[in-house]
């Protein structure tokens, strides 16, 4: 049966997660547009043009243009809600910078925001100074989030004087008599927000960032305590936002407009005790469809603009039904705007195939009675009696452990047993392809003829939450599109840990996960590259150093409305050198020490001056070089 790129489309889903900026042209390569109507560039031939620069893969690309449409979507959606609606509020939304501190993607969110109004939102100390240096946009709004000491409060308060619209948020009641005291030191009228638990929750991976459990938010006494306390020091009229959050990621549409009717009934009954309130800030959880299904964790069964009418109207109602202005909105929906804009691409070294399609050896008389067994069901198994043969398999399976771990087996012999229990495996899932009686013998022997591919990056550093809290994230070959793929396999990196792999790809027949991706048949002498993508949300910042597999490579580029590009950015990834220096480990003590062991082996006769001399200058191009393998 031919092949072509929309079988491959339909198979690796790229038409459902890809949003319209990822698809495959006619060259049976992945592509990239700009925006859903323009040109696109195609990846292969860009990873080849990055090689030719010196770029090493694994490679992380990112992509500004991706950026700005996510940034003018999201406030073009609030802006059709809000006009259609004839809501009396605006909208404004805000960037946390938690999701992805890179610099030049911080700039990059501010500078495509201006337009919009797009501010920022910082959970730290730290994240608040990077916002003041960055942001400089009229009327945008900085919302300050997290745990705050007396240092953070006054810097937010003083940030008033530069022009900038800082909102302090109560996350716990405790850190209001702070505030309160800070504007009375600094003579500063604060912006407060309070932030409630909500009894409603989200749904999917992260729903303990909602409901009573929740680490930050006020319960409603504590509100009520706080409402109380700025009465006494006569600065209600200070407290001028609302904030909830409901975890990021969140799946279901329904989950999100339980929370915003909860929470309208907050700010109205806020309002009712006298507070002036102006702003509501529905925080993030507006999800990313990683898997097109609309039916996982991965998944959203909701569009953006479908959010943001929802949003919209309920406010409206609620506000409407008690008589009280519709307040201006606030979003923080950080993994909606940034998580398209990054990919990584890595290459294949090699694989571990485990099915037999024909048998290295022949039967022979000294052969066990296991083996003859086993050869007896691979000679005969058939349609009529897979089920009975698949069953007598398992069992010799276990029968072959068995016996050798009890020394009733020869290495050999148990070699012999293995190779045919994957030949008759291979032979069997064949045989139960068209059966539909035997449809659970096909998906159990799938899963175990699956080859294990050793791609050259580090999950651990480029993909943690694939590791941490098993998101899907859309995996797939970037060319050969065209061509079937004929391989199932799991990835595993270079890293010496067994979670150091992913396993969980997008079924898109049945929506569920399934534990192989089709790839294609390596050719000796050709690079075979695959690609994961949406990994601009979270994934840098959260990388690890284990095995001290440092940063990738990393370049910006520019796609042009013809599908041409411009390298906005090339940033080296960490050397060896660099990751040691990160633990504490210096270049030139490292040199000393194993220059020392050099002499002492040269006295005692074991190494000669030239094998030294070799080893010392392989020992300092390894620290000068990339840590992940180069051709």
């Known amino acids: 049966m031919s092949w072509s790129i929309e079988k491959s489309a339909a198979l690796y889903g790229i038409n459902n997660w890809g949003g319209g900026y990822f698809r495959i042209n006619p060259a049976g390569n992945v592509e990239i547009a700009s925006a859903k109507d323009k040109a696109g560039l195609d990846l292969y031939k860009l990873i080849q043009d990055l090689r030719e620069r010196g770029v090493r893969p694994p490679i992380l690309i990112r992509i500004p243009n991706l950026v700005q449409d996510r940034v003018t979507l999201i406030s073009n959606c609030f802006a059709h809600a809000i006009r259609e609606a004839n809501y009396t509020g ?3 939304g805000v960037y946390p910078i938690k999701v992805n501190q890179q610099r030049h993607l911080l700039e990059e969110i501010v500078d495509f925001g201006k337009e919009n109004r797009l501010g920022l939102e910082c959970g730290s100390k730290p994240e608040l100074l990077v916002a003041l240096a960055f942001m400089d946009t009229p009327d945008a709004v900085l919302v300050c989030n997290g745990f705050k000491d007396v240092e953070y409060i006054d810097t937010a308060l003083l940030s008033q004087k530069l022009g900038r619209q800082t909102f302090i948020v109560v996350d716990r009641l405790a850190e209001l008599p702070l505030i309160i005291s800070s504007s009375k030191k600094l003579n500063i009228k604060p912006k407060i927000g ?51 959050h409901i975890g990021s990621q969140v799946p279901s549409i329904q989950s999100i407009k339980t929370s915003i009717k909860e929470a309208a009934r907050f700010y109205t009954e806020l309002c009712a005790m006298g507070a002036t309130m102006k702003y509501i800030d529905v925080g993030g959880g507006l999800g990313v469809d990683y898997d097109g299904s609309g039916k996982s964790d991965s998944s959203t069964n909701y569009s953006e603009q479908e959010y943001a009418n929802d949003v919209v109207a309920i406010l409206q109602a609620i506000c409407d039904e008690r008589g009280i202005p519709h307040p201006n909105i606030i979003s923080e929906s950080g993994r909606a705007l940034v998580a398209h804009s990054s990919l990584l691409i890595f290459d294949v070294l090699g694989l571990n195939e485990v ?32 089920n009975e043969f698949y069953n007598d398999l398992i069992e010799k399976k276990s029968d072959t452990l068995q016996l050798f771990s009890f020394g009733g087996l020869s290495l050999e012999q148990r070699a012999k047993a293995e190779d045919l229990y994957w030949a008759i495996a291979t032979r069997m899932t064949a045989i139960a392809k068209d059966n539909p009686d035997a449809e659970d013998i096909y998906w159990n022997l799938q899963k175990e003829l699956s080859d294990t591919i050793f791609c050259n990056f580090s999950v651990f550093q480029s993909l943690p939450d694939s590791w941490a809290v098993k998101q899907v994230f859309p995996v797939m070959p970037i060319h050969k599109l065209n061509q079937r793929p004929e391989r199932r396999a799991t990835i595993v990196d270079l890293t010496c840990d067994s979670d150091g792999k992913i396993e969980h790809f997008i079924d898109t027949d049945t929506g569920q996960n399934q534990g192989y991706l089709e790839v294609h048949d390596l050719v000796e002498g050709e690079p075979y590259y695959l690609g994961a993508f949406l990994t601009g949300a979270y994934q840098e910042i959260l990388g690890d150093l284990h095995n001290l597999f440092g940063d990738t490579d990393t370049v910006h580029i520019t796609i042009n409305d013809n599908g041409s590009y411009t390298v906005d950015h090339v940033l080296q990834g960490d050397t060896v050198t660099e990751v040691l220096s990160y633990l504490d480990y210096n270049r030139s003590e490292l040199l000393e020490m194993v220059r020392k062991a050099t002499e002492q082996s040269i006295a005692k006769g074991n190494l000669t001056h030239t094998d030294a001399r070799l080893l010392m200058k392989h020992y300092e191009e390894g620290l000068a070089g990339y840590t992940y393998l180069e051709d």
């Open 90 to 92: 605006n909208y404004s």
């Open 194 to 244: 309070f932030r409630a638990k909500l009894n409603s929750q989200g749904a999917g991976k992260w729903t303990e960032s909602s409901g009573a459990r929740s680490k930050f938010g006020l319960t409603p006494s504590e509100l009520v305590s706080g409402v109380e306390l700025l009465k006494k020091e006569n600065m209600l009229d200070c407290l001028e936002l609302f904030h909830f």
């Open 355 to 386: 099915q037999k399609r024909t048998l290295p050896f022949a039967l022979d008389k000294k052969d066990s009675l296991l083996v003859k067994d086993l050869h007896y069901i691979y000679d005969n198994v058939n349609q009529k009696n897979i």
